[in-house]
């Protein structure tokens, strides 16, 4: 069978199941979506969101790139955020990255990759930034899982930045934010970092009159 007929198959599977364990399932799932949480994920396919966290469809809004970059000119993922925040009026911003990230390791090299090394600038300047103590460990998965970590920790510190967070802190009191690596080795989540909403941060990225 072909892979996407696969695909097509599996989803049939899926949909009677779900429709024999609970027949009212897709109807509460269609008429509104509530989530609490909103996901910054990696685009890996061996992190899905609800999967990892047992969680069904309409539980987790989710956004995912390469490598769960919090990039300030990245429009894609700022309308996500707005929304999420906004719209959908989430309690909490998780930014999740996982071991093993092929992002991360490319980051470290001098490979040119083409059009993803612009993507990859953004951790290679966490990598520059942290080069003491990312050296000092022994092995390249140590330090490899170490610029995970760290890339986590920016990127939860970036979303603090931004206007959209900002005036929800301001107004609102919500949503924390939160840094998380998942093990493919053991499927467990680590908490790295945690930012409750109104943290103080850094006067110069604080906006007036939001």
């Given at each position: 069978m072909q892979s996407y007929k696969k695909l097509l198959e599996g989803n049939k599977e899926w949909s009677a199941a779900k429709t024999s364990?609970?027949?009212?399932y897709f109807k509460r799932l269609s008429a509104q979506q509530a989530p609490e949480s909103l996901w910054i994920g990696c685009s890996d396919s061996r992190v899905p969101a609800d999967m990892i966290t047992g969680t069904d469809p309409g539980e987790i809004f989710v956004h995912r790139n390469i490598s769960n970059l919090v990039v300030n000119a990245d429009?894609?993922?700022?309308?996500?955020?707005?929304?999420?925040?906004?719209v959908l009026q989430v309690k909490n911003v998780i930014v999740c990255g996982h071991y093993g990230c092929g992002g991360i390791k490319a980051a470290m090299t001098n490979?040119?990759?083409?059009?993803?090394?612009?993507?990859?600038?953004?951790?290679?300047?966490?990598?520059?930034?942290?080069?003491?103590?990312?050296?000092?460990?022994?092995?390249?998965?140590?330090?490899?899982?170490?610029?995970?970590?760290?890339?986590?920790?920016?990127?939860?510190?970036?979303?603090?930045?931004?206007?959209?967070?900002?005036r929800a802190w301001q107004n609102n009191n919500r949503p924390n934010l939160f840094g998380w690596v998942y093990g493919l080795d053991n499927g467990l989540i680590?908490?790295?970092?945690?930012?409750?909403?109104?943290?103080?941060?850094?006067?110069?990225f604080k906006y007036n009159n939001l």
């Amino acid at each position: 069978m072909q892979s996407y007929k696969k695909l097509l198959e599996g989803n049939k599977e899926w949909s009677a199941a779900k429709t024999s364990a609970d027949p009212d399932y897709f109807k509460r799932l269609s008429a509104q979506q509530a989530p609490e949480s909103l996901w910054i994920g990696c685009s890996d396919s061996r992190v899905p969101a609800d999967m990892i966290t047992g969680t069904d469809p309409g539980e987790i809004f989710v956004h995912r790139n390469i490598s769960n970059l919090v990039v300030n000119a990245d429009i894609n993922l700022l309308s996500v955020l707005q929304f999420a925040v906004e719209v959908l009026q989430v309690k909490n911003v998780i930014v999740c990255g996982h071991y093993g990230c092929g992002g991360i390791k490319a980051a470290m090299t001098n490979e040119y990759y083409g059009i993803i090394n612009h993507w990859l600038k953004n951790i290679k300047e966490i990598y520059a930034e942290n080069k003491t103590e990312i050296s000092a460990l022994k092995t390249e998965k140590e330090q490899a899982d170490r610029l995970t970590e760290l890339n986590v920790i920016a990127q939860v510190s970036n979303l603090s930045k931004t206007s959209i967070i900002q005036r929800a802190w301001q107004n609102n009191n919500r949503p924390n934010l939160f840094g998380w690596v998942y093990g493919l080795d053991n499927g467990l989540i680590k908490p790295v970092c945690e930012m409750k909403a109104g943290t103080e941060i850094d006067p110069i990225f604080k906006y007036n009159n939001l």
